[in-house]
């Protein structure tokens, strides 16, 4: 199973947009309403942002949404702030192959 | 505030075993093993059902690794066999939210280191 598509950075300045792509296969991605994002920063176990595609859990600012379309899930930003700088990896369910997850590469969100 | 507490962590040699434990009252809940080499990303390591009936691994782990779990003492484990040094990471347990829809309690983390 190959991990999952993202880009390695994106930016923004505080109060933009930003959003992250997430490139999986017919297989994984494009078969489930299963993807979900994580947020982590540096030293720190990873933080639950979105699960099931586009739910937020409770606690998890509405800047943050979710988002699919045939094989490529996306993760947006919006209102950009300073404590969003992070790593932040999608998710998604890799189907009856493993019965797992298969994570992305993982995408560096720097805020200017 | 629910959390997870992993530990057993520590330095083996090549070829060696290692049983990880975490303190986890989710008997209720899939749980999962998700690990991390220094410096890069996240990587699914093997998960299992709430009774223990089923379990899933991931490939590079399959045949050493085995994932089982002691819901009456509220813990789950992972133990690693035939360990490589490119098992070397920082090992986290998740609970699941709901089927496969993502892990919405992680533990702190434990750190296995495999060197000569």
């Known amino acids: 199973q190959s991990a999952l598509t993202q880009p390695a950075s994106v930016s923004g300045s505080p109060g933009q947009s930003v959003t992250i792509s997430c490139t999986g296969t017919?297989?994984?991605?494009?078969?489930?309403?299963?993807v979900s994002w994580y947020q982590q920063h540096p030293g720190k176990a990873p933080k639950l942002m979105i699960s099931?595609?586009?739910k937020r859990p409770s606690g998890v600012s509405s800047r943050f949404s979710g988002s699919k379309s045939g094989n490529t899930a996306s993760l947006t930003i919006s209102g950009l702030q300073a404590e969003d700088e992070a790593d932040y990896y999608c998710c998604s369910y890799a189907g009856s192959g493993t019965f797992g997850y298969v994570f992305g590469t993982g995408t560096k969100v720097t805020v200017l | 505030e629910v959390q997870l507490v992993e530990s057993g962590g520590g330095l083996v040699q090549p070829g060696g075993s290692l049983r990880l434990s975490c303190a986890a009252s989710?008997?209720?809940?899939?749980m999962n093993w998700v690990r991390q080499a220094p410096g890069k990303g996240l990587e699914w390591v093997a998960n299992?059902?709430?009774?223990?009936?089923?379990?899933y691994y991931a490939d590079s782990v399959k045949g050493r690794f085995t994932v089982s779990r002691d819901n009456a003492y509220n813990s789950l484990y992972l133990q690693m066999n035939s360990l490589r040094a490119d098992d070397t990471a920082v090992y986290y347990c998740?609970?699941?939210?709901?089927?496969?829809?993502?892990?919405?309690?992680w533990g702190q983390g434990t750190t296995v280191t495999v060197s000569s």
């Open positions: 998740a609970r699941e939210v709901a089927w496969r829809g993502g892990m919405d309690v």
């Open positions: 017919s297989s994984d991605v494009g078969s489930y309403n299963l």
């Open positions: 989710f008997s209720s809940y899939w």
């Open positions: 099931e595609g586009s």
């Open positions: 299992i059902k709430e009774g223990g009936s089923e379990r």
